[in-house]
């Protein structure tokens, strides 16, 4: 009986990884989503404090859905390498602070959005888009998330909104204030609009 | 009838004072191609699939006090007019002005599938417009959307026509008012607006506030979306400007005021 047991409980610990394995980029994205969508429609938190709670609560399925150091450093392409170890660490912080300070309030705002996920596919051996569509009262609106496979898990490094990249737009921006300015400039223009936000 | 002819021609010189530069900055940068660059490292590859698309600025300080000037527009007068607007009139009913215009633009989409050789989109733009028109209250429903029909919009217009013959953007233009463009879609746009039923409503005057109504009704469908694009951008002319160049690219229909509009529907 015993030994059932611990063959039962080995079997188990080799299923775990399996199974981390084999969710698709589309069942990674869309579990995450919907664990987001459960957060914001949860009624019992019309408090008071209800959006900082969100906010805390989004913040790490965020965290374990985003690869943030690879989405912010594809926004700085080759630039990556002309900051010095220090640099792209302070530098993907601030982008992620530049990110939640610009998105946090319209991901809280949606309420009835639906999101419909359509089909994925592999554009690299790692990695692979995701199709998806949020559907208000409105309008329908496509987005396409880029995903990246890195230790067993689906990350995404991309988000295409109707097409428009947020990459490739934030890539545009950084790529125009480094060919003026020198790394030191592009980090302290970021800090001051992190500050901004907050004050 | 006479005015327009003034509007076009005034265009076309203004156009043709550009022309220099034009040929300028073609010569620097290619339009529509990803900027070229030195021979890319190992670690560079994986970025190959998506450098930026790259246009040529040339008229950068006028762009960007238009682009200025613009945005002042929509926050002192667009916005407000719109936000008043939306209080008056229940969302649904905008939804299906909304579809209205969109609807009455049909020639120039179908027009457009024509000139690419895409009797597909041309087909089922003709097959929208008809069912819209006839069940679906002149267009201000869209039962061509519906499960069963499922014809889908395929929004193209003169400059994607262009486009498809292999016409580059040239240059960034943002013009006052119409937002940001370029030189080919200025021309495409030009283009269109013979293939508008609006722009042949007598008087002249009766056809501009139909547009401008349609611009009010279109933006109070969407208040909320250029404040986030600009909260988001380090740089906010550049964010446009990109935008605007992705959208187009991947086969959006022509620019809102401020930011390239949402279809309800896309093609391709």
């Known amino acids: 009986m015993k030994r059932i047991t611990l063959i039962g409980l080995l079997m188990l610990l080799f299923l775990f990884p399996a199974t981390t394995l084999a969710a698709t980029p589309l069942e990674t994205v869309r579990a995450n989503v919907n664990k987001v969508l459960e957060i914001l429609r949860d009624p019992t938190r019309k408090a008071q404090f209800a959006k900082e709670i969100k906010e805390d609560k989004i913040r790490p399925v965020f965290k374990d859905m985003f690869d943030d150091v690879e989405l912010a450093r594809r926004t700085l392409g080759r630039n990556w390498t002309s900051l010095n170890p220090s640099q792209q660490e302070e530098f993907v912080t601030l982008f992620r602070r530049v990110l939640e300070n610009a998105y946090a309030d319209k991901i809280l705002s949606y309420k009835n959005e639906q999101v419909v996920f359509d089909r994925e596919t592999m554009i690299a051996t790692n990695r692979a888009e995701v199709y998806s569509r949020v559907i208000t009262s409105s309008k329908e609106i496509p987005v396409i998330y880029r995903v990246i496979l890195k230790d067993g898990t689906w990350r995404v490094y991309d988000v295409v909104i109707e097409n428009v990249s947020l990459v490739q737009n934030y890539r545009s921006q950084f790529n125009e204030i480094l060919a003026k300015n020198k790394p030191d400039n592009l980090l302290e223009i970021l800090r001051n609009k992190v500050k901004e936000k907050k004050s | ?268």
């Open chain 2, 1 to 268: 009838m006479r005015k327009r002819w003034i509007v076009i021609y005034a265009l076309a010189i203004i156009l043709g004072c550009c022309l220099p530069c034009m040929a300028e900055s073609l010569r620097e940068k290619a339009p529509d191609t990803p900027v070229l660059s030195p021979p890319l490292q190992e670690e560079d590859k994986e970025y190959e699939d998506e450098e930026p698309i790259a246009i040529a600025d040339p008229l950068e300080p006028f762009n960007r006090a238009m682009f200025t000037f613009n945005d002042r527009l929509y926050f002192w007068v667009l916005k407000p007019v719109a936000q008043g607007y939306k209080e008056v009139v229940p969302e649904p009913a905008r939804v299906g002005i909304d579809r209205f215009f969109n609807n009455l633009s049909f020639p120039v989409r179908f027009v457009n599938c024509l000139l690419q050789a895409n009797l597909k989109g041309a087909l089922s733009e003709l097959g929208r417009f008809t069912i819209n028109t006839v069940w679906g209250l002149g267009g201000l429903l869209d039962p061509a959307s519906n499960e069963d029909i499922n014809l889908r919009p395929y929004r193209e217009d003169f400059g994607r026509t262009l486009s498809f013959y292999g016409i580059g953007h040239g240059f960034f233009i943002t013009w006052p008012l119409l937002g940001p463009s370029s030189l080919r879609d200025t021309f495409g746009f030009a283009g269109d607006t013979f293939l508008s039923p609006l722009s042949y409503v007598e008087p002249w005057y009766a056809g501009t506030l139909a547009k401008g109504y349609d611009k009010v009704n279109a933006v109070s469908l969407r208040i909320g979306d250029y404040e986030s694009l600009k909260e988001a951008a380090i740089d906010p002319y550049i964010s446009v400007r990109n935008a605007y160049l992705q959208y187009r690219a991947k086969g959006g229909g022509r620019s809102g005021l401020i930011a390239p509009p949402a279809g309800k529907d896309k093609e391709r």
